[in-house]
């Protein structure tokens, strides 16, 4: 069925890593239901950066012109790409007016503990003062995700003009599925933004990736490089230091962990892991994103795990081929179903 | 131990770093810094002031660390905080001016992140909310101080440079200096004190702005005036809420009010600084006690109290801070080259106190045994070398050592021609009764405003004087100037004189080397350092071995380098010694320096004696010393290089008579009184005055 409303993404296209490579991959699937025109924000916290590479590219091959800083956003649907990128300005310096505003929350409110993840009260603030709505929903891109909004309602009462989409606006993961190895070997990887959030404390890292393992590749390791770590097991490779093919072919799991203070909204880097046919260890809230896909762990498991699937290389393949049917569900043709349940009614598709 | 990190790494944020350590410290904290964090171009002065809390972070056990300045974290400053690996029972809090709610869970998660763990976070804006200094990292500033003693009030007057750029300005406060009511100090940021220092006002008495600690500076003033367009920095802002804790008169003469608009308890005083004088004699000074009381009462300075902050923090001020400041002692620095004159002349002294047991010395290795043998504690300082990595690599550990012995109140005496920088400071941090024993008899190159500058950190400078009178000089003024007598050892009236002068004889000495003693020829020509002497000694050892029965004693303080030339010489024999008062007394001749106290040891205690006076341009002015007592028949001067006169004279004292003539007109002639004992009651009657 076709939609007659019309839908407008409100987006900073500056946003770097996963939230820009979900946005694009949302783009060129919703192409296939309704033209969707992108508005440009300029936030203040991507000031001086360019529109993310995959997002540029999206853009060109859908013919899409970004819409740069429009006084007013008006149409049946309108989509905001994560909330967070107005923390440090007062004013989103745009108004929109919708029949149905849905905010995607690509970054968790609440960090593990409870901490408020970033100024939520006034990024929801400036967009309540800046729409004209009667519907505005959050959409959490997966069930930790989901949690950490329910958890932030609950502690901050009054916000009764704000529900909750009743089904994840997931990422869409359409990589392209590799094979797992017939002979996996104990060769660690990880690979993430270089951002401290993204890295466990050392002792962890280091239970991670021992010096027994055949190899311990660590990409986006620019922290470690510039504080002159030494670790001379390990391999070492700045933030795109390595093409992720390269990076793949040089391990056979990916072992994931981060800051005790930070989780994962989805965790796209898994996903990636996932395509490629490995497996992906790491603990429990970041591994619900994929619903078994990831095997969880602590750190003191992990090499139990990985001499398990290494011994067994059987049950290595039977896990891979098991995680990548999983990710199907978050195929582009599942999100748009998902797309059209939660947006249907404000742009005339029955639900 | 408290680790203060801050959350830029910059010059500015070190000093606001070395700041909250310094307040932390005055309160009992045991605080520190992570050395790795200091800049590479610190200043001397600042180098001195974070020397105390400098520390490698590994060898520390940290009870907590506290972050200033957390509104901006560098990424230096979170790799950091990372590298310190916590244990999770050591709290971590951030303090800041956050701009907005967003700012401070920011600075949270970034810190959290690294920490594994919630730092905690204190909103400045929240503890004090019109701060002197609004952009500042630095989360207190008025730090609670024992109020010192004074018989005058001491106005200070904090000034930038440019001010004095105006010949008005100088002019001006130079008139102020003349008012009887107060004592006037300046405090000149930038490059004033250069300023200063070029003009004909030289003498004012003034201190850099990041010179001392704020507390420092705010022990020694009873009121502070604050002239120019704003308070002059965080230094300042902390100085000026440090005096109104102590209970002083704050005066805000800037432009714009820039204290009293803030609510700080500030009087408003003109800015005019021809007003100014009027201003403190007749409102001020006459009500500062009321000023006081009712600025301690101020709900803005207890807001911005180190207290309050400590509360915030939930942080326990250690106690036992008071009993320290209470212990009186009279600590002797002697220093200066080796230091064993200064040593000496303070040993005299402090046999002369009423209180012996209550003197403890702090020199150089070189004078432990002579000091000890007193039965007197000596805490060692280290002496220069070219070994170290800075010329004042060895002061700086002697400032810390200094800083850690002297007890807050009590008495420390110098004696020495250079104040350095660990003396200084030691006196005005610790608020110390300084006592400078300073001869005089400099040479003319010597002395200079610089050189005499840090007199004024002394409350009694005591000037031995020469014995002859045309030697005697005033170079400074003043009711804290005092002359004595020429301090010396006296005859067997000091400890373990009596058996040093007595006990040695001709046949003891005999004995003791091997050989005949009919005549006794000692020379004290110094250690080596001064002068190369291998020539004089060597001539004066030929001179012995032509003479039968001649013993030759080269006399050099233990220590000391010899030329090995000496050593070949049947009738010569060096003495490594500090026995050289006995040794002179047995003596037929003297051979010696002119050094303050080998001069007056040997015209007290009538030995006849050539004198051959060092001249290096560091000492004193030994030719004239000599010359004064050769010119009135009681000694010979040979200058270094006049050999052949030198053995002339040699024949002429040991042959023709010429020593027991000297020994007779030493023994007639008027000497003044030796001045120990005076130097004694003045040290203890500055004890108990005020300034």
Redesign the interface.
């Known amino acids: 069925m076709t939609p007659t409303g019309s839908i407008a993404y409100v987006v900073d296209p500056r946003l770097p890593g996963g939230t820009s490579s979900a946005v694009a991959a949302e783009l060129l699937a919703l192409a296939e239901i309704a033209p969707v025109r992108v508005h440009a924000l300029e936030t203040r916290m991507f000031r001086g950066r360019a529109v993310a590479p995959q997002l540029a590219a999206a853009l060109e091959t859908l013919g899409l012109d970004l819409v740069w800083n429009a006084p007013t956003v008006s149409a049946d649907l309108v989509v905001f790409h994560n909330p967070a990128v107005l923390?440090?300005q007062r004013d989103p310096g745009v108004r929109i007016v919708t029949r149905h505003l849905i905010v995607v929350t690509h970054e968790n409110f609440l960090?593990p503990?409870a901490?408020?993840?970033?100024?939520v009260?006034?990024c929801l603030g400036q967009l309540d003062r800046a729409t004209l709505s009667p519907l505005k929903s959050l959409a959490p891109v997966s069930p930790h995700n989901r949690q950490c909004i329910l958890d932030w309602l609950d502690r901050n009462p009054g916000r009764d003009g704000w529900s909750v989409l009743g089904q994840d606006w997931f990422n869409i993961c359409d990589h392209p599925r590799s094979v797992p190895s017939p002979a996996p070997a104990d060769r660690r990887g990880r690979h993430s933004r270089p951002?401290?959030?993204k890295f466990?404390?050392?002792a962890v890292m280091d239970l991670c990736f021992p010096a027994h393992a055949q190899a311990n590749v660590i990409l986006g390791a620019d922290?470690y490089v510039?504080?002159g770590l030494d670790r001379p097991h390990w391999s070492l490779y700045p933030f795109r230091g390595l093409d992720l093919d390269e990076y793949f072919a040089m391990v056979d799991f990916m072992v994931y962990f981060t800051?005790?203070?930070?989780r994962e909204s989805f965790g796209r880097v898994m996903a990636e892991a996932i395509a490629a046919g490995k497996p992906v260890i790491t603990d429990a809230d970041t591994a619900a994103a994929f619903d078994g896909a990831a095997l969880v762990a602590s750190p003191e498991e992990v090499d139990a795990v990985i001499a398990r699937l290494v011994g067994r290389p059987r049950l290595y393949r039977d896990h891979v081929i098991a995680a990548q049917a999983r990710l199907d569900r978050h195929s582009s043709a599942a999100f748009r179903e998902a797309f059209l349940r939660a947006a249907g009614p404000a742009i005339g598709v029955a639900p | 131990m408290i680790l203060i990190d801050a959350g830029e790494r910059s010059d500015h944020a070190f000093d606001a770093k070395l700041l909250m350590a310094m307040q932390l410290g005055e309160r009992g904290h045991r605080v520190a810094i992570d050395a790795t964090t200091r800049p590479a171009d610190l200043d001397r002065s600042h180098r001195y002031q974070a020397a105390p809390f400098l520390a490698d972070p590994a060898d520390l056990a940290m009870s907590r660390v506290l972050v200033i300045g957390a509104e901006a974290l560098s990424p230096e400053t979170l790799q950091g905080l990372a590298g310190y690996r916590l244990g999770a029972d050591v709290p971590v809090t951030l303090t800041g001016r956050f701009a907005d709610r967003q700012a401070a869970i920011g600075a949270r998660t970034k810190a959290a992140y690294v920490l594994g763990r919630e730092p905690q976070v204190i909103d400045l804006a929240d503890l004090q909310k019109s701060p002197l200094l609004p952009a500042s990292p630095l989360p207190a500033l008025a730090c609670a101080h024992p109020a010192t003693k004074r018989t005058r009030p001491e106005v200070f007057l904090c000034l930038p440079a440019e001010s004095l750029e105006d010949p008005a300005t100088l002019a001006a406060i130079g008139a102020l200096d003349y008012l009887p009511e107060f004592g006037l100090t300046l405090v000149l940021a930038g490059k004033g004190r250069e300023l200063l220092r070029m003009t004909r006002h030289a003498h004012l008495r003034a201190f850099g702005a990041s010179e001392l600690p704020p507390a420092t500076l705010a022990a020694m003033a009873d009121a502070a005036a604050f002239l120019g367009e704003d308070v002059g920095g965080e230094r300042m802002a902390a100085f000026a809420a440090d005096l109104m804790q102590a209970g002083g008169a704050v005066i805000d003469a800037t432009a714009g009010a820039a204290l009293a608009a803030t609510g700080a308890p500030a009087l408003r005083g003109p800015q005019d600084l021809a007003a100014l004088g009027n201003f403190l004699v007749h409102t001020v000074l006459p009500n500062r006690h009321e000023i006081g009381r009712q600025t301690q009462a101020s709900p803005w300075l207890k807001s911005h109290s180190i207290k309050r902050f400590e509360e915030a923090l939930d942080l326990q001020a250690p106690s036992g801070r008071t009993a320290a400041a209470s212990s009186q002692r009279v600590l002797f620095v002697p220093t200066n080259g080796v230091g064993l004159g200064h040593a000496q002349r303070c040993l005299q002294v402090a046999q002369e106190m009423a209180d012996p047991a209550a003197c403890a010395f702090a020199a150089f290795p070189s004078c432990l045994p002579m000091i000890e043998a007193q039965g007197l504690a000596c805490l060692p300082l280290v002496s220069k070398s070219p070994s170290h990595h800075e010329e004042y690599a060895n002061d700086l550990v002697n400032y810390l050592r200094l800083r850690r012995h002297a007890a807050r109140g009590s008495t420390l005496v110098f004696d020495g021609g250079y104040v350095f920088d660990s003396i200084y400071r030691t006196i005005l941090e610790r608020a110390l009764n300084g006592v400078w024993i300073r001869r005089g008899l400099w040479q003319p190159g010597q002395i200079h405003g610089a050189a005499l500058e840090r007199e004024k950190v002394f409350r009694q400078v005591i000037i031995p004087d020469e014995a002859f009178d045309e030697l005697n000089a005033d170079y400074t003024y003043g009711r804290h100037i005092s002359h004595v007598g020429p301090i010396l050892r006296r005859d067997a009236d000091g400890p373990g004189e009596a058996t040093e002068a007595g006990a040695l004889t001709r046949e003891d000495l005999a004995e003791r080397f091997g050989l005949a003693c009919r005549e006794l020829l000692v020379t004290m020509l110094g250690a080596g350092v001064a002068a190369d002497r291998t020539a004089q000694m060597q001539l004066l050892c030929s001179i012995a071995e032509r003479r039968a029965g001649c013993l030759h004693l080269i006399v050099v303080w233990p220590g000391a380098s010899v030329p090995p030339a000496v050593y070949g010489w049947k009738n010569s024999r060096v003495v490594r010694t500090r026995r050289t008062l006995a040794l002179c007394r047995a003596a037929d001749l003297a051979v010696s320096a002119a050094g303050y106290n080998a001069f007056h040891e040997i015209l007290y205690h009538q030995v006849p004696a050539i004198f051959v006076p060092q001249t290096a341009s560091f000492m004193d002015d030994q030719e004239r010393r000599a010359r004064a007592a050769s010119g009135r028949g009681l000694a010979e001067t040979v200058m270094a290089h006049e050999l052949l006169q030198m053995e002339r004279e040699v024949r002429a004292f040991l042959d023709d008579g010429k020593a027991a003539r000297i020994r007779e007109a030493l023994a007639t002639s008027a000497l003044p009184q030796p001045g120990n004992a005076a130097a004694a009651r003045l040290i203890e009657r500055s004890m108990t005055d005020g300034r």
């Open positions: 923390k440090f960090r503990g901490a408020e993840a970033f100024d009260a006034g951002g401290a959030e466990p404390p050392l922290s510039a504080a800051a005790p203070g930070w």
